[in-house]
């Protein structure tokens, strides 16, 4: 059974100040999904990455991916108050038997708060 | 527009009474997925459509139905709601394929009392 594990679950920050989230997943894929959550609200595909060593960026955000240690990585630079949201990872295993997409495991989620 | 459009957005039902969560979107998007959405377990996937006629499982996919008649249409159906299926559920469609970006409807919030 697929795991995808986010930390941390909930992150404070400082406006200016760099931090990163990281989602850890337990088996061999090489489709992983970075999406955003505004409270409330539905949520918003961010980042694609679909190789070993894909980087990915938009405005202060970078999303890396590491298949071999089965890590990705969203990194934040000089947060604003508008970043302030819920971030998921998810992950797309081929099922068993052949290849195939679709069935995504998401991570639990990190709660992202940056103050003035 | 394009978008995934789902009703109704707030539901509340009693144990047992059967329901039907709709989805629908405008994209001609080929791939179409249910999820719900339970405080500390981020989106758990119910069942997924990767195309008309061809549904499967997701993590958690029991005591839900659905069926993928029509491309644009993946309706979510509780036969016997629960109170363990009280849930924020999301209908989630995109063009299928590896590098294809989700594109969420706006979530029903469900109770079941």
């Known amino acids: 059974e697929l795991k995808v594990e986010q930390n941390p679950l909930f992150l404070s920050m400082q406006e200016g100040k760099n931090y990163t989230i990281y989602c850890n997943y337990s088996?061999?894929?090489?489709?992983l999904y970075w999406y955003r959550q505004d409270p409330g609200k539905s949520l918003e595909s961010l980042f694609v990455?679909?190789?070993?060593?894909a980087v990915k960026q938009e405005g202060r955000l970078m999303a890396s991916l590491d298949t071999k240690a089965r890590l990705s990585t969203l990194h934040i630079t000089a947060a604003v108050h508008d970043l302030s949201a819920t971030y998921f990872c998810a992950v797309d295993i081929d099922r068993v038997g052949g290849t195939s997409y679709g069935k995504l495991t998401f991570g639990q989620g990190t709660i992202l708060t940056v103050h003035p | 527009e394009a978008q995934v459009t789902q009703n109704p957005r707030y539901l509340i039902t009693v144990t047992g009474k059967k329901l039907t969560v709709t989805c629908s979107q405008n994209?001609?998007?080929?791939?179409m997925s249910w999820y719900r959405q339970d405080p500390g377990l981020g989106l758990r996937q119910i069942y997924y459509?990767?195309?008309?006629?061809?549904?499967d499982k997701g993590d958690v996919p029991e005591g839900y139905k659905v069926s993928r008649k029509e491309k644009r249409n993946f309706p979510l159906i509780l036969e016997s709601p629960s109170p363990n299926q009280t849930s924020l559920y999301f209908c989630?469609?995109?063009?299928?394929?590896?590098?294809?970006?989700?594109?969420f409807g706006s979530g029903t919030q469900l109770s079941v009392l």
């Open positions: 459509s990767m195309n008309v006629e061809v549904t």
């Open positions: 994209m001609n998007h080929e791939y």
């Open positions: 088996t061999t894929s090489d489709r």
């Open positions: 989630a469609s995109s063009f299928g394929g590896r590098n294809e970006k989700l594109f």
């Open positions: 990455l679909l190789s070993n060593g």
